[in-house]
């Protein structure tokens, strides 16, 4: 079954430094997004990203962040000067089969990326 | 009013219950509406799907719509300890398809 895979699984960073989430999602998917998810509390919205560009994003998803599709394949986010709030597990999620009347927002996740900032 | 409700509980069951699982949301422009499972420290995983009001069924699980009331709901049929983990409910209005998440609810199926 296809699914999406984020890498690096965990990642430890010094706050100030920059750091690029990476995600491959599903092949056909259209619609690719980033949520985040602070230990204990709901999934947050950060970004979606159509047609090589941005479609819509949060409030949270401030200068700090871009993302990128460079290749065709991968999905990145970066975050740009790291703090310390920005410790959470980052999800990379895809919906909208090519073809499909409509993008209902059935998203598929991936594992998650976990960032811890120190 | 926060967009999207749900209790965090944690909701404690015997092996064999009816899980009884609900959101209620105040935007009245959410049409699809979407229940998620996720396992600690897991990514969200998609269970049930549904557009506007009504029924929806699979296997063990059935996921209702009221949109009179905003209110959704997610029946788990003879739970199993398999079943505990987080359920997410989460919504999308037509036209953004960016869904909305609620907290979770805590669901524990003790043996």
């Known amino acids: 079954e296809p699914e999406v895979t984020q890498t690096p699984s965990h990642q430890v960073t010094q706050m100030g430094q920059e750091v690029i989430l990476r995600c491959v999602p599903i092949?056909?998917?259209?619609?690719f997004y980033w949520y985040r998810q602070i230990l204990g509390q709901k999934v947050e919205f950060l970004v979606s990203?159509?047609?090589?560009?941005?479609?819509?994003k949060s409030e949270i998803f401030d200068d700090q962040f871009s993302v990128e599709r460079p290749d065709g394949s991968n999905f990145t986010l970066k975050i740009r000067s790291t703090k310390l709030e920005d410790s959470a597990m980052y999800f990379c999620?895809?919906?909208?089969?090519?073809?499909?009347?409509?993008?209902?927002?059935?998203?598929?996740f991936g594992e998650g990326s976990r960032l811890t900032v120190l | 009013q926060k967009e999207v409700e749900q209790d965090p509980g944690p909701l404690s069951v015997p092996e064999g219950a009816i899980v009884s699982l609900n959101c209620t949301y105040s935007?009245?422009?959410?049409?699809?509406f979407m229940w998620y499972r996720q396992y600690s420290r897991k990514g969200p995983e998609l269970l049930m799907y549904?557009?506007?009001?009504g029924n929806k069924e699979d296997g063990r699980f059935t996921a209702q719509v009221d949109k009179s009331s905003k209110y959704i709901s997610l029946f788990i049929r003879d739970s199993q300890p398999s079943d505990s983990a987080t359920y997410l409910c989460?919504?999308?209005?037509?036209?953004?398809?960016?869904?909305?998440f609620g907290r979770g609810t805590s669901l524990i199926v003790h043996p």
């Open positions: 999620a895809s919906s909208g089969i090519q073809g499909a009347l409509e993008n209902t927002g059935e998203l598929f």
């Open positions: 092949s056909n998917h259209l619609y």
């Open positions: 990203f159509y047609n090589n560009e941005i479609s819509e």
């Open positions: 935007n009245s422009a959410f049409q699809y």
């Open positions: 549904t557009y506007s009001s």
């Open positions: 989460a919504m999308s209005k037509g036209g953004s398809y960016i869904p909305t």
